[in-house]
């Protein structure tokens, strides 16, 4: 009987085994050099369709390009084969691609029209996929920028450009519908073409609409940007537009922007902030109106302290109804600011990490912060810029504004008794290797000192284990896989 030795594992220690990983090498290696064979002599075809075509005033053809790649080897079974809906822009010795809604079906290839206009507003082209379908607008920019209006034009026959909206007037509206079009392109195009007051109001327009841009994801941002690269002068065209979007009953979006950039020297808005802030804490939760209630929440506590503080904690309720666990800083800095009893904050207190920044002096242990010496912090971050406040300073925000109740001295008492809580645990398995193999409910090791999640009285849950912790006890136990 042949007795296994740890040099058995050894490339080359055993001739029968040397023999199978050979001959498994040398498959792998055909294998390999096979596909890279065919991928040599990959040939990609393209079959273009030319649907409709149209000379003056510019040149421009409707096709439909069929795309096979032979041999085909695909990976989790795509396809070798595509089409694309295209239309080709050409002027004296250039070309330009613009893409299309059409393509070929299972009725046969599209009998589409195609069409073009060019007036001192700009230039455009309109195209339908068939007789009976809808026209599309496609205004034509500077530096091969295209913008299509996603407006479905029902004319029947010929198209006909009267009436159909310049892109002066059509760019708002391509925004407002959402069409596929970035905003910062959209803005740049305006500004190049018509001018910098043509980007004002486009800014006016869509104060209250969201703004894609093509560097990022964020799909509010690019409005801001194009707002600050105004003149002094353009900004104050902007003023009436805040100020009726801060006292009147307006879209979300535009209070948001107004709060940003509005001038509260007015005392109008005042008043009308509490108002709007008391219909937000009426309604149910919801996250797009996070960062207007944010500056509305900082703003009224500066002025009103106990006003502020009543909304913050109607806030924070309102947050706890969609199970939030951390709340606006506006919110939790108006109840700390002033002193207000506000238990819906004990939650979020009860759920604190070990390292939660709650003792004082920064950066030592030797007891927990009392509100005299959180005060001026408070102070400082509620005058600062909206939602800017780091973890540190909201663990410090949070214990100021759960102070004041007397419930929080047994839960800070808890939180600090368990930083000297024992870990029961195996030395072995490791837990980290048995949430990689997938074998859950294991006991395992998972720590070398305590988790910071251990003072959490719901949270008591790491990436590579499961733990209770028994205050009876004093220790963290029951550690086991996910």
Known sequence: ?????????????????????????????????????????????????????????????????????????????????????AIVLRRGFSERELSSKCLITKAGVPDGDITTNVT???????????????????????????????????????????????????APAMMTRQCPVMFDDLAAEIRGSIGASAVTDLLIATVSVRAPRGISMDNLQAWDDEYLKLSASEKKRLVPVFRDALLGDSAVLALERSLRYADFSDPEYLPAMKARMQK????????????????????????????????????????????????????ILAVASAGYSCPAVLAALENSRCDAAFYCPRGQNSHICEASELAGDIKKALEGPARALDFNMRDRALLAAALPLSESQAILRLWQERHSYTIDQPREPSCEKLYISGRKGVPCHCFDALPASACSKKNNVELTCLYRVDDTAKKIDQIVSP
């Open 1 to 85: 009987m042949h007795k296994f030795r740890r040099s058995d594992l050894r490339f080359g220690s055993d001739p029968g085994l040397s023999k199978i990983r050979f001959i498994f090498f040398r498959l792998a290696a055909i294998s390999i050099f096979s596909i890279a064979f065919l991928l040599s002599f990959n040939c990609t075809t393209t079959n273009v369709i030319r649907i409709a075509s149209t000379d003056r005033p510019l040149h421009a053809v409707l096709i439909v390009k069929e795309v096979h790649t032979k041999p085909c080897i695909t990976l989790y079974g795509g396809s070798c084969s595509y089409q694309e809906g």
């Open 280 to 331: 937000i804490v009426n309604s149910p939760p919801h996250y797009e109106t996070d960062s207007s209630a944010d500056m509305m929440l900082r703003m009224i506590a500066r002025s009103d302290a106990q006003e502020g503080a009543r909304l913050g904690c109607r806030e924070i309720e309102r947050e706890l109804k969609r199970g939030a666990t951390a709340y606006l800083a506006g919110a």
């Open 120 to 170: 001192p507003a700009g230039e455009r082209i309109a195209y339908r996929c068939g007789k009976k379908e809808n026209w599309h607008v496609i205004y034509l920019g500077s530096e091969n920028r295209a913008f299509l209006d996603c407006k479905d034009y029902n004319i029947f026959g010929n198209f006909v450009w009267e009436g159909i909206p310049a892109f002066r007037e059509a």
